[in-house]
């Protein structure tokens, strides 16, 4: 049984300058219905009101709250940030909370529940709430009419691709790759198809980082967070972690939301929202991955045809019909 010094989950929040959103963070984490965790936050390079915040918290919870900073005061980005979170966990298991998101009271003992039931599962998400209505001006628009943004629940898995996917792929058992899990909807992805289905390379979507969980051993077995992907890069540094995670270990993607994933201006998401700047880190990431599954001598045809099919979508979007045809040619039967 673990025990207060050493919990079954360590919940780390790196965060930088994020004073308006922090508090609520981490207040979500403090209200969870299931209570074996730690929580790290990890500074950033705060300089705007948010370590104080943080140092409140921490001196209210000793001993459940931890903060963690690095040398100087350094600003090194949000994942030498998580990784510093990791380095200090203590728990089995890890779940993220970015700064400016929140989780539902019943989040952790959700996953929780999973992961106790699946242990052989490296990963545990699930879909998000994807949170436009946080303020007050945001709930009634910007003129108080009826085009007031909504929240929308977004979902990692659709079963309609999967099920195309094996009418490509007739020779794969769905066996091979995919188990039900323990809901109507939930789905337990075997690897690598986690990284052939799931984007980036795949048709289907990426869960957001505050709705993971994580075995901690399975972190340091993917040596962690990649810290290149940061500044200009960063709207792509949870997928690199996510996709090395895909390679190894097996996925439940739950049908259900359990958090809020908070849409507004200045963050990653929205900075990276240009179609110049989204190529280009793009163009970096699967320059990164290529490399990467070189270096692990992985050859895994359908992952290597995703990742000629990402590439040549980038290089010539327009020209479809070359587009169609290099596909057809590349397809593995």
């Known amino acids: 049984m673990t025990t207060q010094n050493s919990p079954f989950v360590s919940v780390i929040i790196p965060f930088f300058n994020v004073a308006p959103y922090l508090e609520e963070a981490i207040e ?38 931890t903060l963690v900073s690095h040398p100087g005061g350094a600003n090194k980005g949000a994942a030498a940030t998580r990784n510093l979170g990791v380095r200090h966990a203590k728990g089995v298991y890890v779940a993220l909370l970015d700064s400016d998101d929140k989780w539902m009271k019943d989040k952790l003992a959700y996953q929780v529940a999973i992961a106790r039931r699946y242990p052989d599962v490296a990963l545990v998400c699930g879909a998000s709430v994807f949170w436009r209505t946080w303020s007050a001006r945001a709930s009634r628009g910007t003129d108080g009419g009826l085009d007031a943004p909504a929240d929308k629940i977004e979902s990692v898995h659709f079963a309609e691709l999967t099920d195309a996917f094996f009418e490509q792929h007739p020779e794969l058992s769905r066996d091979e790759v995919a188990n039900q899990g323990q809901a109507s909807g939930d789905i337990i992805l075997r690897p690598p198809f986690s990284a052939v289905l799931l984007y ?32 200009r890069h960063a709207f792509y540094e949870d997928q690199a972690f996510l996709v090395k995670v895909y390679l190894i270990g097996s996925v439940y993607i739950s049908a259900e939301a359990h958090d809020y994933y908070r849409i507004r201006e200045g963050s990653v998401m929205s900075q990276s929202a240009g179609k110049r700047r989204y190529r280009m880190t793009r163009f970096y990431f699967i320059r990164w ?29 327009k020209w479809k019909r070359a587009k169609d045809k290099f596909l057809t040619i590349f397809t593995p039967h």
Request: aromatic letters at 10%; one cysteine or more.
């Open 28 to 65: 979500s984490v403090l209200c969870q219905d299931y209570s074996d965790w730690e929580l790290i936050l990890a500074d950033d390079g705060s300089t705007d009101g948010s370590s104080a915040i943080a140092d409140r918290y921490r001196e209210a919870h000793p001993g459940k709250i």
């Open 200 to 231: 980036p390379l795949g048709d289907q979507s990426a869960p957001c980082p505050c709705s993971v969980l994580v075995k901690k051993d399975i972190i340091t077995a993917v040596g962690g967070f990649v810290e290149t992907f940061r500044g």
């Open 289 to 317: 991955f290529a490399r990467y599954l070189e270096t692990k001598s992985i050859t895994d045809d359908m992952l290597q045809y995703n990742l000629r099919a990402a590439r040549w979508k980038l290089r010539y979007p």
